[in-house]
């Protein structure tokens, strides 16, 4: 028998977990884990003059894709630490104004439990609920901040369903009653343009992994127009204007400012080829297995499918298909079996076991996108079969 496809096995359809690191980036990034490998801090010779230039071509390099300025670009070690970071400062900086913080239910783990952490020590946490096609309601957050209200905290995309949240509209709110913003977008790099200069954010987090750079290494964007202080939860050396004490990790640092790079210089065609990609497999899934789309139909990324497949656990599909890498849930939480609490809160009460989430990105094929669906349309025919609810 002849193989129809020649295929890299397993197939890697789990990018908004983590990307690969593209090999221009691995390639841009050794001679720092090799022979330049001095401290950027050190003042005194070559080895480290060299490092805090390319340390400062990768700032440039992250503050274009953003049109920000490279003055506004803190590195850290991932999205984590700049959610953290931020809120953790915001709210120390600010609790004489008031212990009012406002964010989504379908946050980032990395948002809420540092939102958690801080009802702990006396602050009060507004959770708003997004509409079943995972958006925010702009009145909702307008009737939710009051003069104690002193940050909101909205994502870009959302790492499970890949909705987009009108940031542009939720800043004017947010400026307009003088209420700081901070975005955590790091599921939105490369999938849509951010631009600083345009919309009034605070501050916002980006991550490295997600968009073909190495893992370990973020950053916190602090926009120079803010009246507040980032106050450092990490002391230490005074590295990045004492924000974020620790020495700077070079080789990470290039990976990410080369990854970023990439982006803004391929994003655009990028795009367009996981756009058509997606219709495709859209379409398919559809068809073939009579799947529904979570969240937004339009205001979404191409690289994110979360599909419901009724009468179908959405975990015993996944663990059927050994050759394949998808998500049930976040990837987060899918060892802990716990229902998604995204898609909890956007009303798939019962749907909530039957979903997937497929996420593509720059290196998937044509022919892997293929393969997925004849594999994914075996199984489940197989596995409703095995249901007693399926006629
Ligand atoms: C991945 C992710 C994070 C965490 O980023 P790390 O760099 O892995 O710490 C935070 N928020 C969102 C939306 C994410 O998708």
Redesign the pocket.
Known sequence: MKPIYKLRLPVYLDYSSTTPADPRVVEKMLPFLRHKFGNPASRSHILGWETEAVVEKARECVASLIKASSKEIVWTS????S?NLAIKAIALSKHNKGKHIITLKTE?K?VLDTCRYLESKGFIISYLAVNNNGLLDLALLNNCIQSGTILVII?YVN?EIGVIQNIEDISRVCNKLRVPLHV?A??AVGKVSINTSKTQINTM?L?S??AYGPKGV?VLYVNKANVFKVVPQMHGGGQEKGVRSGTLPTHQIVGMGKAYRLIYVEGLSEFKTTKQLNVFLVKELIYIVQASVNGCLTARVPHNININIKYVEGEALMMSMKSICVSSGSACTSSSLQPSYVLQAIGCIQNVHNSIRISIGRFTLASEVEYVTQVVSGKVKRLRQLSPLWV
């Open positions: 991932g999205a984590t630490e959610n980032h990395a994502m790492h955590d790091a599921q987090s991550t992994h997600k973020g």
